[in-house]
């Protein structure tokens, strides 16, 4: 069991298919300001998230389906870059859009078959717990 799975009640959110042009930097949009712990570098955090590839609005992955959040350490290479970048400082209780360009996701080798080589993506992001 996650550190962070205990007492968390927020349900899966939907994403919006991108608008406008793809994302050269990182974008951060925070949806709802936690009130919590504040995410730092090195930090192991517990978080539930959707992500969806830019090019086509799809789905590739989310934490719901699996019933457990994603725990790691941010800030320290455990994730991509767009993770690590855009979790810092979110507080715990709020839930963050990321709209990272493919430079700070996977580049150009992509992922599996869902995330193209240089494909944009989109993630929100639960953060449920920090320790």
């Known amino acids: 069991m996650s550190f962070g799975q205990r007492d968390y009640d927020r349900t899966k959110p939907e994403i919006d298919f991108p608008e406008g042009d793809v994302p050269?930097?990182?974008v951060i949009k925070d949806i709802i300001v936690g009130d919590g712990q504040e995410a730092q570098a090195g930090d192991t955090v517990s978080t539930h998230y959707?992500?969806?590839a830019w090019s086509?609005?799809?789905e590739f992955d989310a934490s719901w389906g699996r019933g457990a959040p994603l725990d790691f350490r941010?800030?320290?290479g455990q994730v991509i870059?767009?993770?690590d970048q855009g979790?810092?400082?979110m507080k715990v209780g709020g839930r963050r859009r990321l709209e990272i360009p493919?430079?700070?996701a996977y580049g150009t080798r992509g992922a599996g078959a869902s995330i193209k080589p240089n494909e944009a993506l989109i993630f929100v992001v639960d953060l449920v717990a920090v320790r």
């Open 24 to 26: 050269t930097e990182l």
């Open 50 to 52: 959707v992500g969806v």
């Open 56 to 58: 086509t609005g799809e």
């Open 74 to 76: 941010v800030g320290v």
């Open 81 to 83: 870059q767009g993770w």
């Open 87 to 89: 979790l810092l400082g």
């Open 102 to 104: 493919s430079e700070l």
